[in-house]
């Protein structure tokens, strides 16, 4: 196979501009070789930013009016799906009920995970959180929660880590954070055996609310523990900074 | 609701939910970037937008099937939009040899990140004006020549012998063009092969 390496075409395979009997030749060979795959992941990252240097052009403002008029209504929610039963009063947002009823319809892709840090988005305080939590509702048997605490600096902090099953992938949700400036942003720790690895960096608006998407190279339930540092804008390697909140799995 | 501080795969969750406002803030914060690339892709600003509403609608109603674990929201949005823009050329049958894609481009030593508009998630901005930064300085150090090359086939989707046809030069000369180009590029972001 290593004669014929497709090297000299992997470039060109990445942009998506060789002919197609080229590229044919170009994807069965990458099939059976990893150095050749290798080297298309490196020139993907390239083609991957390269639309980020388009000429800067601004669009029209009516646009945006003319795009929001135009989307056609999604059959996602259709007065004929039943709610499910809630346990909570009507609250100011009844679309939670919709956004439950709708999760069966979602692509397999969406892990309940997300789909819970949408019921939390939407809920927009801990305390409406709480009450979903407490909903018997048969996705709440399919994902783990993690409460997290505020240091004793900030008691008022408060967090809630939402992931699958597997934890393959997870949402953190905060409340009641100091909002930082803008040298300075909240760091999610994921801390296993004492080593502790970076979950992501995230903001809060002004009512201290914030969110974080988290996908980890191994699964979050494998984390022992969780914490929130404030560190410099960007982040750090390892944690640095005052703790404002903490939790156990 | 203000949607304005959630980050990418948020807003794509709740657009994938039918939240319309959140692909207004997801038009907000990228609208721009994707007319933008439309535009050089096809010269015509009537042909931008209708690419730009384009690539919304089809964000839209495909929401669900976007998987985080394939990539950034960021790179979803513009991988449609090149090929959406690509497409609108080709279905046209004449790609407007009038309209040369070019490349916005840095030298070194211009450090201010491109102004951004409005608040909006900090993160997820400051990521992409450093990003951009990063790319034009590197687009920067190509000769003009593999710049032209690579900005007609990545914009224009020209292969190898379009290319050749329309540069007027031996094929096998336009093919080494693309391929330094993209090597030079790889190793200037600091790429890994
Ligand atoms: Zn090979």
Redesign the interface.
Known sequence: MSENHVI?LI??Y??????ADEAQQVASHLAACSSCA??LQ??L????????????????AH??A???S?????Q??TAAEKPAPMHIAPEKRPWWQT?LQ?LPT??P??NLA??V??LV??A?NLFLWQRIKQLDHPSSRHFITVDLQGSPSIPSAAGVLVMDEQGH?GTLVVDGLPVLD?SK?YQLWLIRDGARTSGG?????SLGY????I?SQIPLTRYDSFGVTIEP??GSPGPTGEKVLGGEL | ??YS???D??LI??V???E?KA??AL??RY???V???A??SVGD?GL??EI??DV??RI??KA??????H?KVL?WI??I??HRAIDMLRRRSARPETVQP????EEEGADDP?EMAAPE???DL?D?AQ??Q???KA?AQLPQDQQKA?AM???Q?????E?ALALGEPLGTV?TR??LG??K??AL?E???
Not at chain 1, 210 to 213: K, T, V
Not at chain 2, 102 to 105: I, S
């Open positions: 000299d470039a060109a990445a942009l998506n501009i060789l002919e290798t080297e490196s020139y990252r390239v083609v991957e930013q390269l639309p980020l240097a388009a000429p800067d052009a601004n669009p029209p646009l945006k003319c795009l929001m135009q989307l056609p209504k999604k996602n929610f956004l709708a979602l692509s892709a969406w997300s789909a840090l949408i988005l939407s927009s992938a803008n942003t960096v995230f903001s809060v608006d914030g969110s974080l998407w996908t804008a960007g | 609701m203000n501080t959630y980050d795969y948020s969750h709740l994938a939910l039918a319309e692909l207004g038009y907000d609208g721009k970037l007319y933008s690339i535009l050089n600003a931008a937008e730009t509403q919304f609608l839209w109603e669900s099937t976007y998987q985080p674990e990539g790179t513009t991988s939009t090149r070019g490349w916005a481009v491109p998630n900090v993160e400051v992409l990003q951009q990063r790319v034009r687009l690579l086939a990545f914009f989707g020209y292969s190898h012998s290319l093919k693309i391929r993209m090597q590029l790889r972001l790429i890994e092969a």
